[in-house]
T-cell receptor, first 112, second 111 residues
């Protein structure tokens, strides 16, 4: 089992560019999450999904969109990147809302 | 008021010391309590998972939950340099779709 994988691992964007981060899990989990982690801020939830075809907003959703067309994949999109979106992005998944979450290795994004 | 409060540290201890990491929380509905370990430039990995109040031990690690005080702790015995990492507490309730994470405590174990 690969667990939770994320692509790409690193990316540098210019302000205004767009990109999509891909998260994949092979554990048949229903719940998937996107977080950003910034120094001193901890993990902040961007969007989450409770099953295929569903998405919901988290704590910091502005500037991001998500899609969950397949149960195993959860995509995070930045339509017009801003320097404030420079961060490390983590994807996670879990069986239920209250179960432990399994994290991917992260994507380091820099927006210039 | 934040849902979960965690002292960010940093905490520096000599090898072999007992380490105590703590979190407090405000929501009495929390039932599930976790500790994650995050090495530099890696994703968080689950270290301990407990349900409701009580203690749980796994090797050198002990997790304690005191729901009456809304306080959870992680103890590391005989700390090793390989324990140097950031430790995040996390918790959730029976309903709802959100986990709440602490901001993490940075630990360095000096050989």
């Amino acid at each position: 089992n690969a667990g939770v994988t994320q692509t790409p691992k690193f990316r540098v964007l210019k302000t205004g560019q767009s990109m999509t981060l891909l998260c994949a899990q092979d554990m048949n989990h229903e719940y998937m999450y996107w977080y950003r982690q910034d120094p001193g801020m901890g993990l902040r939830l961007i969007h989450y999904s409770v099953g295929e075809g569903t998405t919901a907003k988290g704590e910091v959703p502005d500037g991001y969109n998500v899609s969950r067309l397949k149960k195993q994949n959860f995509l995070l999109g930045l339509e017009s990147a801003a320097p404030s979106q420079t961060s490390v992005y983590f994807c996670a998944s879990s069986y239920y809302a209250y179960n432990e979450q399994f994290f991917g290795p992260g994507t380091r994004l820099t927006v210039l | 008021q934040k849902e979960v409060e965690q002292d960010p540290g940093p905490l520096s201890v000599p090898e072999g010391a007992i380490v105590s990491l703590n979190c407090t929380y405000s929501n009495s509905a929390f039932q599930y309590f976790m500790w994650y370990r995050q090495y530099s430039r890696k994703g968080p990995e689950l270290l301990m998972y407990t349900y409701s109040s009580g203690n749980k031990e796994d090797g050198r690690f002990t997790a304690q939950v005191d729901k009456s005080s809304k306080y959870i702790s992680l103890f590391i015995r005989d700390s090793q340099p390989s324990d140097s990492a950031t430790y995040l507490c996390a918790m959730s309730g029976n309903t709802g779709n959100q986990f709440y994470f602490g901001t993490g405590t940075s630990l360095t174990v000096i050989p």
